[in-house]
């Protein structure tokens, strides 16, 4: 008797490095800036991209990151790994992402964190 272990959908493994923030971020590709949908310190989903870059390119960007303060634009290295046509998104990952710019985009996450825990009491 063979038997199959199905695993449900609900048991999901999530293979991600990192967790995944939804807090607000933009960067700049050429002239133009586009809205980050959902970022980590491993790399980033950019919506509504129209643009004319695609996967697979290494290319130079600018990151803006709205409240850090001092040093809340920086430009890093990133690979283009995959581009969405059903939701006209570009995903990216960090070629190399510095110690400085790692603790921007860190103290922006825990920033964001305790401001939405106080706003919504949690």
């Not at 070629?95 to 921007?104: A, P, V």
Request: proline share 5%; with cysteine; hydrophobic share 35%.
């Amino acid at each position: 008797m063979q038997c199959i272990n199905i695993q449900k959908s609900s048991e999901f493994i999530d293979r991600r490095e990192y967790q995944r923030s939804s807090s607000p971020l933009t960067t700049v590709i050429g002239n133009t800036p586009y809205a980050i949908e959902n970022w980590s310190f491993s790399g980033f989903k950019i919506a509504s991209y129209y643009g004319i870059l695609q996967p697979p390119r290494i290319t130079k960007l600018k990151i803006l990151v709205p409240t850090a303060g001092p040093g809340a634009l920086f430009q890093t290295w990133i690979e283009t790994v995959r581009y969405e046509s059903s939701d006209v998104s570009l995903s990216v990952k960090f070629r190399c992402l510095g110690i400085s710019n790692k603790r921007i985009l860190n103290r922006y996450f825990q920033e964001h964190l305790v401001y939405t825990s106080a706003a919504y009491g949690v």
